[in-house]
């Protein structure tokens, strides 16, 4: 079951006031960034995080995006005062996306 776009407006909803929030349609599913970051990725309407240090705390569960991917955790979206705290986190170690070299 693909993403939509209503259910990406209500995880930007519940990560209100972590930084600006856009999404980005990338091969039938969403990356969401924070600041220019790319922070979650969504598929399935499944909110995954990438496996960081600090993060095993929460206790979160474990998945793949996508197949052939390495093992995300499992953001649980409803609890928005959990996700906000783990998406500062992740945001401020991810480093900016490097430009693309025009050819």
Known sequence: MATT?????????QLA??????YRKMFG???????????????DSTVYV????GLEAYGLAVGCPYEG?????ILDIDNA???REI????????????????K
């Not at 991917?69 to 955790?73: D, L, Q, V």
């Open 50 to 53: 990438k496996k960081l240090a």
């Open 17 to 22: 006031g972590t930084g600006e929030l856009r």
């Open 29 to 43: 599913e969403y990356m969401l960034y924070v600041n220019d970051k790319p922070v979650l990725t969504v598929c």
């Open 69 to 73: 991917a390495k093992e995300h955790y």
């Open 87 to 102: 998406v500062g986190m992740a945001e401020a170690v991810t480093p900016l996306p490097k430009p693309r070299k025009r």
């Open 5 to 13: 776009a209503e259910y990406m407006e209500y995880v930007c909803g």
């Open 81 to 83: 005062e959990q996700s």
